[in-house]
Structures are given as C-alpha cells and as structure tokens.
C-alpha cells in the first residue's frame, strides 16, 4: 500500500519522541539532553560521522559550561579564559575584554572541537536502544501533521527514499539548513559575509599559555589565537575573497605564523569558512524548532555561536520532556524563541561591533594614532557573566544543576561598560 508520498507501508519506520536533523555540536547536545529525559531520539546526518570532527568553534562560555557539566564534562578538565585582548602593532595591549566570574565558573572554556565532539558520540552511542543514529542520510522534507511531524529521510548510500516519523522535530542542520525556507522563515541578512581561514596548530616547544583570546594588529591580516595549551593553538585569519584567490596566500600564511609560534609547530587542520550573519524571523512552527546556525549565524569575532545553539537546546528539551509526558500545556514550548532570540540578537549586534572596528580598520586607525603620539591606551570592556545566578551543583547528577530546580535559564542582560583606565 501506498501512502500520500508514494512510500511503501515498510518504509515508514519507528515512532520517535524526538527526532534531530544535524549531528553537528547543537544536535548531539540535543540528543544527550532528550536521551536522559529518557526520550527516544533519531537523528539523521547528511556526512559520515568521521568526517564530523572538525575544529571549528575554539571556546564556549559559562553558562555552556554549566550545560556541559550537566552531561558529565567537568570544568577542571578544560582551560578557563577570561576575555579577549587585542594587541597593537608594537604587540602591547591596545584593547581588553574582560567577563566577570560568577558561580565559580571562568567566563569562558576553550575546546577542542573534534575530542569533545567525539566524548559527546561516545556517551550518546552507550544509549543505543533509545536512540538511533541515521548517518549519510539528508532529511529532504518535512510535514507536519496534528500531532507528529513526517520527515522524508534519503539513504545516500543506498539511493533510498523512507519515512521518519517523530512528535517534534529539532533543525539543527546548520547554515545550510532548508527548514526555514520550508516552514515560510525569512532570514534577517546583516549584510555581511566573512571568509576566515582556521588553522590548529601543534608547537613542538611550550608557548607562553594566554588566559584570553589574543587579536593581532601588526601583521597582513586581522588574526586572532586561541590557547587550548601551551602546545595547541587556533589561529583564525580574517581575509577577503581576492586575498584568498592569491596564488601565494598559503606561503605568506606561513610567514605569519612563523613569526608568533616559538620553534617548529606541526599544522593539525586548516580550513577556509565562509558565511553570512543572520537571523530568523521566526524559530518554531508548532512542533518544528529551529535552533543553532541554522536559526542564527554569527561572526567570528566573540565567536559564541555554538554556545547560543547549545543554549537554544537546552532551553527546549526539558518542556519537550514535560509535553510529552503530557505533564504540562504544549503553550510551555511557545516561550522557546521569545526567550532565546533577546540573547542572539544581542550577541550579533556586539559581533558586528567588533567586526567594524577591525575591517573598517578603525583599530589600526588608533594603532597608529596612539603610536605617532607615543602613548599607550587600554580600554577595559567589562562584560557581566550570564553565568545564571543562584547555588550550582557540583558534583555527580547534581553537576552544573541550578537550584531550585526548573528555574531554566533566564536571559540576564549583558551590560558593557567602557573603562579607560590608563
Ligand atoms: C571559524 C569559526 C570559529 C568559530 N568559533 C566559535 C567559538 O569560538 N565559539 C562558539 O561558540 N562558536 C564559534 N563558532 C560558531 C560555531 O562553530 C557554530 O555556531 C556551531 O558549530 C554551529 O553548530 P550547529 O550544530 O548548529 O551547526 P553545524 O556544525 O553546521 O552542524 C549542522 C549539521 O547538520 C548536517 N546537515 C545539514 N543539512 C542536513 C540535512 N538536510 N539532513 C541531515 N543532516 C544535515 C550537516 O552535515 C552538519 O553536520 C565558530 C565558527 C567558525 C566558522
């Protein structure tokens, strides 16, 4: 028999509480929030599951970290960080960001991507009989029925159409996302496209270990370095598209990182990104949520992109958990974007500050003022932490747990307030 798609009755496969399109970092920390409100997960992935693990955000914040801890990642294990600085081209402090600590969490964490990708797999796959994981499958389209939402699922392996069929859905497919598009979503364009080139590199010799994010001005192009040790760093170039297109590019690359690594280095990864800054009008339609890049993109500059879509499901699963359960109206979930989008916006609008003083040059403009005048500036910019207030957990199932208990996360504004204190 066939159904309104075509499908045959055996292609349309197991019932889901949950079902996630996108194994990036936002998808798998959904899957392990839904799995231990014991929800029965699917989620399907366009890539192998080996080619995910790629380095691309270098750090997360506090409130991330609280997530985190939550699902067993403890913050002793990683290194704090307490801002960013951006340094003149003389190398002395021109600019310093510094976060406020709260709640005994370092305002922010750096990661490594791919181990922290991989410990996230491994604890969900010790799950295996609530979840299930559909790799080198694209979800191709979504319909939304009463009560289910229907996901055409593509087995790319086995050029094989089927059906999944789950309560709610979550989009976390990233920027390349067509949800939105298919639930009607318009994207608010930022007008601003960024190419970046990551590079991680392995030092043979220990650097000095910077406790905050370090921006360049006195090389070619606008570079930040992340610390994860004294022995593994990322380096982000900003560049343009014709800087990219120079068939000497990688060769002057290497000159720069040459002259701020201390002895031979080692280069784990390197990869160009490009993306667009942007928002979504609109992240739900009734049982689809749309959350992560996929919901919101920003630039690189504060980074914070990934802990935003972490957010963004963490605010979710819990009332997911409690519709399903049938413990409370499924109006709970309507508050999911009112409550996610203040932060996102915010963080953007902060984003496409920082991103003008850089590319309009507005930096360098100081740079040289300040150097011609031979005197030096820091401005401190402080920023509260978002760290939620109240006593946190520490240890074993109640780690990272804020008291009392279902008091989710509420967005507490960011103030910034500009110091000059020499
Ligand atoms: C250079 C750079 C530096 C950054 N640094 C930071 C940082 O320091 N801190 C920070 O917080 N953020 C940072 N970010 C942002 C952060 O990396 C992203 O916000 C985050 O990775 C987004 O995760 P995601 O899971 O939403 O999307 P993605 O990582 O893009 O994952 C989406 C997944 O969905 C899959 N997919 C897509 N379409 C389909 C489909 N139809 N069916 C099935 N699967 C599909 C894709 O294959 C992919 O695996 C940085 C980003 C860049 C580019």
Known sequence: MEGDSGLKEKDLLIDYDLIIIGYGMVGAVAALLALKYKLKVAVLEIRKIDDLYVPKAGRIDAETMRIFEQLGFFRKDFKALYGSKILDSKGRDLVQVVHEQLNGFAPMYSIYQPDLQLELHRKIAAQKDKFGIYEKHRAEAIELKKDRVKIIAHDLQKDHFFELSGRFLLACNGQESLVPAQCDFNYRLLDYTQFSLNIETKSLEPQSFNQLAVSYLDGKYPLS??????????????????????????????????????????????????????????????????????????PPYLGMGLSAGIKDVYNLIWKIELVADRRVKGSVLDSYQPEREEEAKHLLDLNLTLQ??????????????????????VKKIRLESKCSKGIIGTRHKLAGKLFPPFSYMKHTKLISEVQLFT
């Open 225 to 298: 370095c992340i610390s994860d040790s004294a022995l593994h760093q990322r380096w982000e170039f900003r560049l343009d598209p014709d800087t990219m297109a120079m068939p000497d590019v990688y060769e002057l690359i290497r000159k720069e990182l040459d002259k701020k690594i201390k002895g031979d280095f080692e280069i784990l990864h390197s990869f160009v990104y490009q993306f667009e800054t942007r928002i979504l009008d609109k992240w739900q339609q009734k049982r689809i949520f749309i959350t992560g890049d996929a919901a919101h993109i920003m």
């Open 356 to 377: 003008k003083l850089f590319d309009k040059g507005g930096m360098s403009i100081i740079d040289r003022i300040l150097t011609f005048l031979g005197i030096g500036i």
